[in-house]
């Protein structure tokens, strides 16, 4: 027959107390467990709130991300829209003032003259055409006496305009309207201003970049003349098909 198993509890044989079934936690260990506790919940505090701070640093970072495009995709447009807005009310000021359209003029080609070699171009101004090795300089852009073609077909192959305007008496471009060139010519890049004699009897006033020419005639006021060449200035200034747009 097996041995009765012990009851717990009860009174310990020979000394009259009583065992507890349950004895009462340490209380080190129990101290030890709440630190653990304590330290666990703080950590998962600060897990919690660096988390936080990921998600607002990236929302931050989003957010420029986003404003950037957003403001660079409207900057394109308006100045699209202001490109065709210009272009636009350039039309409209070429037939009031008898110029024009900008036209698509056949390529004479490009290159550099030897040392001490010249050309002549069949149409002018020339808008390409092999030409000197120097460019004319960019500073100054208004020039009071005539410039050499081949340094300016130079620089109308580094995405240049010239703003060639008849000298002399006969129809002859008003005075006020070279005032408004200049004053256009000072405050942009890559144009220049400069008188020519060989121009176009029927013209006073040629515009021209690598490819591109629009004339006025000596009628021609400020205000057209300045809204005209504002446009062609915008949409040819170093781009249009010029092969160096970028250079100097």
């Known amino acids: ?13 020979g000394s009259g107390k009583t065992v507890d079934e349950h004895p009462a936690p340490n209380p080190r260990v129990a101290t030890r467990r709440e630190h653990r506790e304590e330290a666990r919940r703080r950590k998962d505090a600060a897990y919690r709130s660096t988390g936080r701070r990921r998600l607002m640093r990236r929302g931050v970072a989003i957010g420029i991300v986003v404003g950037v495009v957003a403001f660079g995709a409207a900057y394109v447009v308006t100045k699209e829209q202001e490109s065709h807005r210009l272009e636009d009310e350039a039309s409209r000021l070429a037939t009031a003032a008898g ?10 080609g490009e290159g550099h003259l030897a040392p001490g070699e010249t050309t002549t171009y069949a149409r002018h101004p020339a808008t390409s055409g092999i030409h000197d090795q120097a460019p004319l300089p960019p500073d100054p852009q208004i020039y009071k006496d005539l410039v050499p073609e ?7 192959e580094h995405g240049y305009v010239l703003l060639y305007y008849r000298a002399g008496e006969d129809a002859a471009l008003p005075p006020d309207v070279i005032v408004a ?3 256009l010519a000072e405050a ?33 006021t400020a205000a057209q003349a300045l809204g005209i060449a504002e446009s062609f200035v915008e949409r040819f200034r170093g781009g249009g098909e010029a092969p160096e747009p970028s250079a100097p």
Do not use: Y
């Open 99 to 108: 110029c024009t359209d900008v036209r698509d003029v056949p390529s004479s």
């Open 150 to 156: 081949q340094n300016a077909v130079h620089n109308l």
């Open 181 to 183: 060139l200049s004053d």
């Open 188 to 220: 942009e890049s890559k144009v220049i201003l400069a008188p020519s004699f060989d121009l176009e009897a029927d013209t006073s006033l040629a515009l021209a970049a690598w490819n591109r020419l629009q004339r006025c005639p000596s009628t021609v």
């Open 1 to 13: 027959m097996a041995p009765k198993r012990k009851k717990r509890g009860g009174t310990r044989a």
